[in-house]
């Protein structure tokens, strides 16, 4: 009898990875290809969208190829995406009108500064989400109000508009099908969460019509099928589409009520699962929906960060260190008493201050201060950023997180994990697995495929543990001064 493997991709901000899981829901392969970052003169972050669908085909198909297996034996493939890049596209001819406008680019400032109070009011309310132009509903209203040739497709009932996961459906099933999931709707501030539908009231404020949004349906449903372009023979059904940290807390196991994850990537999101019912955040997060499985959903308390592992990313291009190796090491010469804090608000500062305005800034330098100093910053500022949402969490469900699950590149940094593990005050695990994305969407095809089993979420999958010691005194001093620091470059936004 043929073995039975199912695909895994995670479109990621960086770039586009394919998994091969056999059927104990182990990775088999992988392979990766990065795609251009297009950043112009104002700071504006696009993708290209075509780049990123060939690179789908691409990274599939090479993947097969390594393995030598036997095409027939794919049962099923799963998608994780990079959440809130926008694309907008033709509908008859699926050419994109334009670059996508990546979750990082804040160009649609101005128009989310111009909401009333009581319309910004009313889209946190129904969606959970806070006004900010970090969200698709302002990158769409961007588009709309500076691409002419969307404004016809639209007055002709021919514009798509959507989330890399539904421009990847559409692409990969040859235009018949343009759906996105629960998890994908919830992040683009024009869905209702209570009702589980378009609210066409908030379409209309932001100036986007509800016909050129896609059909919303379960994380493991039927995404329609694929060749991969012709690479196929017969066509495979994509049976899982969730956003990648979504992906990831599945992947993660982190299935019941409670349970929560940090997903350590270009930016971080962490995540706590809610189960199912509608909590609205006082303290700064976003409220999602974690997917939509057999008919039923499931909701997610969540803070976004911007420049996690985008700031070794950063330490490494002005030339402060080589490689993200040499990080961790580096940062445990550094001298104690220095007090240095880097603020990573590079393009603004995401949960739980919501400051677009926000500019980056080493707060607290000496004389004396460093390379050293100025990488460990750099490691502290993900932490501390990090341990600013769980505080968050904490205060809007009365919940003290006693163990984080994380996944990552930067999580093989033993100096970032245990200074998170010292300032969150919570367990960190690390998972064998570093593709947490990716094998969460392959593990739910796979269970929707009934190539698995659901037990396969509840296998020990833990890596290393990082637990708190630091002193109570010296970790209170250290967050006192980052909060200060955070003032600090709020203050100079104004």
């Not at 291009?317 to 993200?324: F, K, N, R, T, Y």
């Amino acid at each position: 009898m043929r073995e039975k493997y199912i695909i895994g991709i995670d479109q990621s901000t960086q770039g586009t990875k394919a998994i091969l899981l056999n059927a104990s829901g182990e990775i088999a392969g992988k392979t990766f290809l990065p795609h251009e970052q297009i950043v112009n003169g104002e700071g504006w972050v696009s993708h290209d969208a075509e780049e990123i669908f060939r690179n789908v085909i691409l990274t599939a198909g090479t993947l097969i190829g390594q393995m030598a297996i036997d095409k027939k034996s794919v049962a099923a493939i799963g998608i994780s995406n990079q959440r809130e890049t926008t694309v907008a596209w033709d509908r008859e001819t699926g050419k994109p009108v334009e670059h996508a406008i990546v979750w990082q680019c804040a160009r649609a400032k101005e128009i989310t500064a111009a909401m009333s109070t009581d319309f910004s009011a009313l889209v946190q309310e129904r969606t959970g989400i806070p006004i900010s132009p970090y969200f698709p509903a302002a990158k769409a209203a961007w588009i709309m109000q500076n691409n002419a040739q969307a404004r016809k497709l639209a007055a002709e009932g021919k514009l798509c508009i959507g989330t890399i996961d539904a421009w990847l459906v559409y692409k990969l099933s040859g235009g018949k099908v343009f759906r996105t999931d629960y998890s994908n709707a919830s992040r683009t501030q024009l869905f209702d969460l209570n009702t589980l539908r378009w609210d066409k009231e908030i379409c209309d404020g932001f100036g986007i019509p509800v016909s050129a949004l896609p059909e919303v349906t379960d994380s493991d449903g039927v995404f329609g099928t694929t060749t991969l372009s012709g690479f196929f023979d017969e066509p495979v059904p994509i049976r899982a589409v969730l956003g990648d940290s979504h992906a990831a807390l599945f992947g993660q196991g982190c299935v019941q009520p409670g349970m929560a994850k940090a997903t350590y990537g270009t930016g971080s999101s962490i995540m706590i699962n809610i189960g199912q019912s509608f909590l609205r955040s006082s303290h700064g997060l976003v409220t999602s929906l974690a997917w939509g499985r057999s008919g039923r959903v499931d909701y997610v308390l969540e803070g976004n960060i911007n420049y996690s592992g985008a700031v070794i990313t950063w330490l490494m291009e002005v030339g402060l260190l080589q490689s993200p190796l040499e990080s961790s090491a580096l940062a445990k010469t550094a001298n104690p008493a220095d007090t240095t804090i880097l603020v990573p608000a590079f393009t603004g500062l995401g949960a739980p201050y919501w400051n677009a305005e926000a500019r980056a800034a080493f707060v607290g330098m000496s004389r004396t201060t460093g390379r050293a100093e100025l990488v460990r910053a750099g490691l502290e500022a993900i932490a501390y950023q990090v341990s600013d949402i769980v505080e968050a969490v904490g205060q809007d469900t009365g919940l003290t997180l006693a163990e984080l699950r994380v996944d990552g590149g930067p999580t093989a940094n033993a100096y970032l994990m245990q200074f998170q593990s010292d300032m969150s005050g919570a367990v960190i695990r690390v998972p064998k697995a570093e593709d947490l994305s990716a094998i969460g969407a392959a593990t739910m095809a796979g269970i929707a495929a009934g190539i698995y089993d659901e037990s396969l979420l509840n296998s020990e999958k833990t890596n290393s543990v990082y637990v708190p010691y630091m002193d109570e005194e010296i970790k209170t001093k250290k967050l006192s001064g980052w909060k200060e620091a955070v003032r600090t470059v709020n203050k100079l936004s104004c």
